[in-house]
């Protein structure tokens, strides 16, 4: 089923990662949450979760995927939509791409790990059609501030920073 991709609340989605991205930052990680959306339904959360999983890969997006998979594996893949709060690193992109998921919408753009690079690799190409960000972009950067002001600086300047 293809998505009507314009037609899609992609605010009312990003608020669902905004949630997420809070929960995460008030247990103490990176605020940076995601939902998959197929057909209007959210069908996976996931947030940051570093310390509570001990993982450097239990990503937001990753997450998401992975309670989603379930769901895009049993059903026809197009027309799902990643939101995250955060644009997606290198790993998630390529797990989006995996998934056979179609468009990825993000919040803040990412500086430090500079990703979009990674649209132009074939694979990725064929399958992501809309790459967005921006959305509440605004919402993003206040949680960073409250919960990771060390981490924004990172991500605005694409540099590391002393704290
Ligand atoms: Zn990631």
Redesign the pocket.
Same mark, same amino acid.
Do not use: G, K, R, Y
């Given at each position: 089923m293809d998505v009507d991709f314009e037609a899609v609340d992609h605010e009312a989605f990003m608020r669902e990662a905004l949630k997420e991205a809070e929960l995460a930052g008030l247990a103490g990680e990176m605020p940076i949450g995601a939902v998959v959306v197929h057909a209007g339904r959210v069908i996976g959360r996931g947030r940051a979760q570093h310390q509570a999983r001990q993982s450097e890969i239990a990503?937001a997006?990753?997450n998401a995927l992975l309670q989603a998979e379930q769901f895009i594996h049993a059903h026809i893949h197009d027309g799902c939509i990643l939101y995250t709060t955060l644009e997606? $690193?290198v790993? $998630?992109l390529g797990a989006v791409a995996m998934s056979d998921m179609e468009h990825i919408v993000y919040s803040m753009t990412d500086n430090w790990m500079k990703p979009k690079p990674m649209l132009e690799v074939e694979h990725v190409r064929r399958h992501i059609k809309k790459y967005v960000g921006g959305i509440l972009e605004e919402e993003s950067l206040w949680l960073w501030e409250r919960f990771d002001p060390h981490g924004l600086k990172m991500l605005q300047e694409g540099r590391s920073v002393t704290a």
């Open positions: 990503h997006e990753l997606p $690193c790993m $998630c």
